[in-house]
Structure formats: structure tokens, C-alpha cells
């Protein structure tokens, strides 16, 4: 069984900065790319930015030279460094991540529950 965990969300000031974590546990054999979405209210999911088991990064051009993605693999976690917040960034954003299992050596797609993101004065 393995788990996505995110944390991080919260209400920030236009203009502010949050970042956001996700660890994945469980029977991992390793992880492959690595990933944040996020769903707006009335509006359908959204990549925001991906990163491969190798660093390569790609990003919406929403939230280029405002956003990082990061992760630590020792440590099975992936990071969104939010900057220059807008109201518009406001959403649910969630963690995917493509992992292979170490009992069935199958990679699957996993997601986290969610976390919320309000940027508001």
C-alpha cells in the first residue's frame, strides 16, 4: 500500500509565499516522476509543475519564475516553493506521484488528498 501526504496549504496575502510538501510511504521500490496539480472551484485539474527522478522540471506557464518544484529522494518527498502568491493560485492543489511498487515492480499513479491554497487580502 503506498500513501500520499501533503501539507503546507493555508491563507497567505497576495504577494506572499507557502510551501507545500508531500512524502510518499509505504512498500515503495522506487518513484518515478513526481508532481503538483490543483482544481480551482468550477474549474477542471490543472498540472502545475512535474519533476523527473532525474530533476528535469516543467511548469505552467501560469506559475514559471514564480514557482519551484523540488524532491528529496532520499526522502520520498516532492516540494512546491510558492512565491508572488496570487488570488488567481487559489485552489485545491494535490500531489501525484508515478510509483513503482516493490512487491509487484509495477509503477501506478497515486494521489494525495489535497491541500488548500487561499490567497486573499
Known amino acids: 500500500q503506498v500513501q500520499l501526504v501533503e501539507s503546507g496549504g493555508g491563507l497567505v496575502q497576495p504577494g506572499g509565499s507557502l510551501r507545500l510538501s508531500c512524502a510518499a510511504s509505504g512498500s515503495i521500490f522506487s518513484i518515478n516522476a513526481m508532481g503538483w496539480y490543483r482544481q480551482a472551484p468550477g474549474k477542471e485539474r490543472e498540472l502545475v509543475a512535474t519533476i523527473t527522478s532525474g530533476g528535469s522540471t516543467n511548469y505552467a506557464d501560469s506559475v514559471k519564475g514564480r514557482f519551484t518544484i523540488s524532491r528529496d529522494n532520499a526522502k520520498n518527498t516532492v516540494y512546491l516553493q510558492m512565491n508572488s502568491l496570487k488570488p488567481e493560485d487559489t485552489a485545491v492543489y494535490y500531489c501525484?506521484?508515478?510509483?513503482?511498487?516493490?512487491?509487484?515492480?509495477?509503477?501506478?499513479?497515486?494521489w494525495g488528498q489535497g491541500t488548500q491554497v487561499t490567497v486573499s487580502s
Open positions: 501525484n506521484s508515478v510509483i513503482v511498487g516493490s512487491r509487484t515492480r509495477s509503477a501506478y499513479s497515486y
